[in-house]
Structure formats: structure tokens, C-alpha cells
């Protein structure tokens, strides 16, 4: 089994990608309140909005009950901490809530 980079980094990636990705995830930290210890993923994936460059980038924030996800019109190379400002201050934050079975 992988390390959580490895299944999580695209084949190829560029060390240049993963420096743009480790700034993104210090850029979401203090806007979102998110500590060291919580899960950050950031992905580029196929984007198939019309206005959209050919990708954009995906931001997962594994948190304890839930995971919060922002998406960004860019591919990783593009994205400033501006664009995250920007979603974040427009409310493009999705939330999924996890509750606790009971058995």
C-alpha cells in the first residue's frame, strides 16, 4: 500500500506541482481556521464547466466530523491565495457533515 502522497499525486508530478500544492494547503490553514494536524488534499483534476481552463483545482479539508471541499476554476499551477480568499469569502465551500452510527 501507498503513502498518503503517493495515492494522492498524480503519476508524473513535477516537484514544482508539489510545492504549489504544500502552498496551498498553508494558504488554506489560517483562512479556514484548520490546524497542522488535519488532512489536507489537493487535487487537479478535468474541469467540464465551459468557462473552466481544462482543469481545476479541488481542495478536500478532512476535518473530524466532516470534510469540507472548495473548488478552484484553475489548474494547481495557477491558483493564488487570492483565488482562495476570493471562495472562500464567496461561500463556495461544500460541507458534508458525518454523524456517529448508533448501534
Known amino acids: 500500500m501507498g503513502t498518503l ?5 498524480k ?4 516537484l514544482e506541482s508539489k510545492e504549489q ?5 498553508s494558504w488554506i490553514r489560517p483562512h479556514l481556521g ?9 487535487r487537479q483534476v478535468d ?9 481545476e483545482t479541488v481542495v478536500a ?14 489548474p494547481i499551477s495557477d491558483v493564488q491565495e487570492i483565488d482562495i480568499i476570493n471562495t472562500i ?7 458534508v457533515t458525518y454523524f456517529p452510527r448508533k448501534d
Open 21 to 25: 500544492i504544500e502552498m496551498i494547503r
Open 47 to 55: 474541469c467540464h464547466n465551459p468557462s473552466c481552463p481544462g482543469f
Open 34 to 42: 484548520v490546524d497542522v494536524e488535519t488532512v489536507i488534499i489537493v
Open 11 to 14: 503519476p508524473g508530478s513535477s
Open 5 to 9: 502522497e503517493s495515492i494522492f499525486s
Open 89 to 95: 469569502e464567496c461561500g463556495k465551500i461544500s460541507t
Open 61 to 74: 479539508i478532512l476535518e473530524d466530523r466532516r470534510t469540507r471541499r472548495i473548488k478552484i476554476l484553475k
